[in-house]
């Protein structure tokens, strides 16, 4: 669904949209065993047991649990809070350099990112460069909020002082992008940059198809 309105802003999702993200990337470096590696991160460390740090919940008390279900993995699971941003891999091919551009011609950028409260400023700081370009970030875990609820569509919008169709926004996530149409913000699904940029061009926003 999309407004009569042009879309002045673009709010971007983070992961594997920005920057990729696994947990692969951590673990692979702590087991060898490829079908070992499968089966921790398909039966133990699972995305289900790591979205409840997107919904606000602190890694002590989730790792606490987890760890009384497995606690021959004590020492694996351990690992993903202090070294969650080993889990975060190189930025997407083409999006920093996207995210410049629409920085130099004005365009505002904003976030919303399902994300920990606790992971968060660490690597907000660490990729300062990149996120001081961007007038807000929606953080999940700070609000308690997590996408597809349209719920944390409608606080981002409030806290952004935006209209429905004067925002774009970009997730690779269906589901996500499904909520915030459905709200009428313009939503694109996000596969690489060479698919959005005549999309946002297609906007009228100032960027080179």
């Known amino acids: 669904m999309q407004s009569a309105e042009q879309p002045t802003a673009v ?3 983070v992961g594997r949209v920005l920057y990729d993200w696994d947990p692969r990337f ?3 470096r702590l087991i060898e065993d490829d079908r070992a590696l499968d089966a921790f991160l398909a039966d ?3 995305h289900d047991w790591h979205f409840q740090h997107d919904a606000g919940r602190d890694f002590a008390d989730t790792s606490a649990e987890l760890i009384a279900r497995f606690p021959q993995h004590r020492e694996l699971i351990g690992h993903w809070g202090p070294r969650f941003l080993d889990s975060i891999g190189d930025p997407m091919p083409g999006m920093h350099a996207l995210v410049e551009e629409l920085d ?3 365009v505002p950028l904003f976030a919303i990112t399902n994300f920990s409260h606790e992971f968060w400023p660490p690597f907000r700081a660490r990729e300062a460069a990149m996120f001081d370009r961007f007038r807000d970030v929606v953080v999940s875990g700070d609000e308690k909020l997590v996408k597809p609820d349209p719920a ?3 606080l981002a919008l409030d806290r952004f002082g935006l209209r429905p169709g004067e ?5 690779d996530n269906a589901a996500n992008i499904e909520a915030a149409a459905a709200m009428g913000i313009v939503a694109l699904h996000f596969t690489d940059v060479g698919t959005l940029r005549p999309q946002l061009a297609a906007l009228g926003l100032p960027v080179a198809a």
Do not use: Q
């Open 152 to 154: 944390i569509y409608r």
């Open 11 to 13: 709010i971007f999702d």
């Open 44 to 46: 133990v460390l699972t």
């Open 104 to 106: 130099a011609r004005g």
């Open 167 to 171: 925002a774009v926004f970009i997730d």
């Open 26 to 28: 951590l673990y692979r």
